[in-house]
């Protein structure tokens, strides 16, 4: 196909391999890529609930938070 298409443009290999791909690459991209993927099968959480769950995080502080999160972990465990 190179050799064909060279002959018949009169233009060297790489330059008719460098016009191609500024011609198809983003279309050729495009159909070959997939669709993103989830990393989880855990549902997203409503927006309207994000929304209070992040309006009280505002309110408390993130300390508070980052507190009780903390205390809620189980302790390190030193056996190895």
Known sequence: M???GRKRTLLK???????TLRAHLS???E???RPPRRI???EPLPRGLMKRVYGEIAREGWDRVEA?????QPGPQMED
């Not at 290999?13 to 016009?19: D, G, M, N, S």
């Not at 009780?68 to 809620?72: G, I, L, N, P, R």
């Open 2 to 4: 190179l050799a064909s």
């Open 13 to 19: 290999p790489a330059e008719l391999i460098r016009r």
């Open 68 to 72: 009780a999160a903390t205390a809620a």
């Open 27 to 29: 279309e050729m991209i």
């Open 31 to 33: 159909r070959e890529s």
């Open 40 to 42: 989880t099968n855990v």
